[in-house]
């Protein structure tokens, strides 16, 4: 049977035989599975990545890029597009609403430890567009994981497609299939934590809010008790995230009333135009095992956390760096996969549990603190702010260098 790059057989699968055989395939073509696909392809590994949708989604969700994460897109070669489509961001700031003091962090004060000594403020679907577009025929959309089983030398997956189930054979399956993972669910590995009660809105606008506050900088956080809120600016538009009540209905936040509501709250002007609204539900969950055998988890279906200080794919983002660099070395020097595999798991499960949860969890209470509370954390801020050592430190772990460093601490 004649193939393709990619041994899919001319003709489609038959009963019983893969339509394809291929060394990893990873599944989901968000930023994540992306950016392992294109990792393993790099390092001449055959490598095919299952996307459900018919193109990779244009979601609002993740839009910033922190400096380490930076460094890995620029060793695969994908950072520079990326740049050109995004903005950057050496300054965020922590806001008080009721004061309007300001506390301002500037990253360029890590210059000496990166190139990259900004935030990228830029949408996540651009970096999973511009990495499927140069995987070429190693990407297949329209195909979702249905079903796997794995045995002693691979994973054997069922792909729903169009108008078959397709059979694909694979060394390895790595699972980028996001917040719902179909794999997780399969492995049965249990997903602990916590939903948020309350739902969190976005909406974005090209109004331009800067006119509004002094001195904005492209990421902010302004903490209250009552109506906390943070401001993004991507290169289109401004982004507006609130929390939102779980008891009203999702066509109530959605609706004009909602939209005018909160734009008079935020700039005393209730007709502002907006571009997006969506609603999203928030979790802090992290699951009990991330290497299951010749499965693996990473990105939103290994963890989840809450969106405060953008950090949920700039993990998934190194998981898929942590391991593709254990895969390449198992399939390509022979490693050990039973010593490396395990490790991957160790490594990246930690630092997700000591600093994404925490840190998320934390940057929660900061925003939400009532006013006391509030004070007392950001007489403390101040106090980093103003002192070199601590606010340098601060900022090394927020850009998240120091979770990086812990884990390839772990052996
Ligand atoms: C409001 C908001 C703002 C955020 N901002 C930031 C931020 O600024 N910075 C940050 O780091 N993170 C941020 N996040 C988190 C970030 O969006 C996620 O962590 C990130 O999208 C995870 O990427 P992923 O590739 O693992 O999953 P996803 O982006 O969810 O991609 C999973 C892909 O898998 C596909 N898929 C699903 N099931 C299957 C299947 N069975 N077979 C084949 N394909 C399948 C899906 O169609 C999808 O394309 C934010 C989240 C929210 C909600």
Redesign the pocket.
């Known amino acids: 049977m004649a193939t393709d790059s990619n041994g899919w057989g001319a003709r489609g699968p038959r009963a019983g035989r893969p339509s394809a055989d291929v060394e990893v395939l990873v ?7 992306a950016v392992a696909a294109t990792a393993l392809a790099r390092a001449g590994v055959s490598v095919m990545l ?4 018919a193109d ?2 244009e979601d609002l ?4 890029f922190h400096p380490p994460t930076l460094e890995m897109l620029d060793s695969l070669d994908l950072l520079a597009p990326l740049l050109d489509q995004g903005l950057k961001a050496p300054v965020y700031q922590y806001r008080v609403r009721a004061t309007g003091d300001v506390l301002a962090f500037d990253l360029s004060e890590l210059a000496d430890i990166t190139p990259y000594p900004f935030r990228l403020q830029c949408e ?1 679907w651009k970096l999973a567009r511009l990495a499927t577009a140069r995987l070429g025929d190693r990407v297949r959309f329209a ?4 079903y796997f089983a794995q045995d002693a030398d691979g994973v054997t997956v069922h792909l729903e497609a169009p108008t078959e189930i397709e059979e694909v054979r694979a060394r390895y399956l790595v699972a ?8 997780r669910k399969w492995l049965d590995v249990p997903f602990e934590g916590f939903t948020y009660p309350e739902k ?1 809105l ?1 909406l974005s606008t090209e109004w331009p809010l800067e006119a509004h506050f002094a001195e904005l900088a492209l990421v902010n956080y302004i903490s209250d008790p009552e109506w906390w809120h943070v401001l993004l600016r991507v290169p289109s538009v401004w982004r507006v ?1 609130v929390a939102a009540d779980d008891g009203v209905p999702d066509e109530e936040l959605l609706s004009d009333t909602t939209r005018a509501r909160v734009f008079d709250r935020l700039i005393g002007h209730p007709e502002v135009e907006t571009r997006h609204r969506t609603i ?1 539900r ?1 979790h802090q969950r992290v699951a009990a095992r991330f290497d299951h055998g010749r499965v693996l988890l ?4 290994a963890h989840l956390n809450n ?1 405060l200080g ?7 983002i190194h998981d898929a760096m942590n391991l593709a660099e254990k895969l390449v070395a198992i399939l390509k020097e022979g490693a050990d996969a039973e010593v490396l595999l395990p490790r991957f798991g160790r490594q990246r499960r930690a630092v997700t549990q000591s600093f994404i949860q925490e840190q998320t969890k934390r940057n929660k209470a900061m925003i939400e603190a009532s006013e006391a509370a509030r004070r007392s954390v950001f007489s403390e801020m101040a106090e980093v702010l103003r002192n070199p050592d601590r606010r340098r430190a601060y900022m090394h772990r927020q850009a998240m260098f120091a979770s990086l460093e812990e884990a390839a601490a772990i052996a």
């Open positions: 599944a989901g073509a968000g930023p994540v599975g299952v996307e459900a949708g990779c989604h969700r993740a839009s910033t996540q195909r979702r994981v249905v980028a299939d996001g917040a719902n993972s179909l794999i969190f976005t995230l999203y928030v990473i990105g939103d279906a969106p953008g950090l949920g794919m700039n993990s998934g």
